[in-house]
């Protein structure tokens, strides 16, 4: 389980999938009930690697996003090449880059500003 904590911190989303799921049929093959708290962590692992798409959303809707340290990006301050993506409007999960690089068309690439990165929630 601890090496796909691992794996996630570098985005290596499939391969940390694999380690979490190697682990619950470990502990499924030990009978472990599903309340036990090794079952239950590892089950929130899995779920943590399925990152959702972001959305845009009216800023009243209860699926807002809202940055656990948002005060950090209005500090003059503040290093800005650090700042967390950590959420405080869904505890656990952070905003994450999904893709390395654009898989849109050619055209679509074209026509797209080079600093176009792929976020999702995970």
């Known amino acids: 389980m601890l090496l796909g904590v691992e794996f996630q911190k570098f985005s290596k989303w499939a391969d940390s999938l694999d380690y979490f799921c190697d682990a619950l049929l470990i502990f499924k093959s030990n009978n472990y009930p599903d309340d036990h708290s090794d079952v239950v962590k590892v089950n929130e692992h899995i779920e943590s690697c399925a990152i959702k798409n972001i959305i845009l959303v009216p800023s009243n809707s209860p699926s807002r996003l809202r940055l656990k340290y948002a ?32 898989t849109g068309s050619a055209q679509c690439r074209k026509e797209m500003s080079t600093h176009y990165v792929h976020l999702g929630v995970g």
């Open 71 to 102: 005060e950090n990006f209005c500090s003059e301050s503040a290093d800005k090449t650090s700042i967390s993506l950590e959420l405080s409007s869904h505890p656990g999960c952070a905003i994450v880059k999904m893709e390395e690089t654009f």
